[in-house]
């Protein structure tokens, strides 16, 4: 039985900065694309970071370019969303999903295989 459980969540200041983990028991990664989806009360489940097996091919929405960066360690079967300068709009439920439809300049979790439980991220004003 698969299981992708996320890491690194909690609760931090507007301004700062969490790195979430991901990794799978029971499947190696290292041939998947990986992706970060978030979801806040209220709203859509939207693509927030996604990265392909080679690495060589990421997105970003619009919304984290340049404070989010996804990263992914095929030795130690894992992938990282490092996020920096936090915002209170950030506030949401993290996802690590496996396999999302990643293309040039967009990502989304059509066909997803497998998704994470979630690791809550609280930024606070």
């Known amino acids: 039985q698969v299981q992708v459980v996320e890491s690194g969540g909690g609760l931090v200041p507007a301004g700062g900065s969490v790195r979430l983990s991901c990794t799978a028991s029971?499947?190696?990664?290292?041939?998947?694309?990986m992706g970060w989806f978030r979801q806040s009360p209220g709203k859509e489940r939207e693509a927030v970071a996604c990265?392909?097996?080679?690495?060589?091919?990421?997105y970003y929405a619009d919304s984290v370019k340049g404070r989010f960066t996804v990263s992914r360690d095929h030795a130690d079967n894992m992938v990282y969303l490092q996020m920096n300068n936090l915002q209170p709009d950030d506030t949401a439920m993290y996802y690590c999903?496996?396999?999302?439809?990643?293309?040039?300049?967009?990502?989304?979790?059509?066909?997803?295989?497998?998704w994470g439980r979630g690791a809550q991220v609280t930024v606070s004003s």
């Open positions: 029971n499947l190696k990664l290292d041939t998947s694309n």
């Open positions: 999903a496996v396999d999302p439809a990643l293309r040039i300049g967009s990502c989304s979790a059509s066909g997803t295989q497998a």
């Open positions: 990265i392909s097996w080679t690495g060589k091919v990421t």
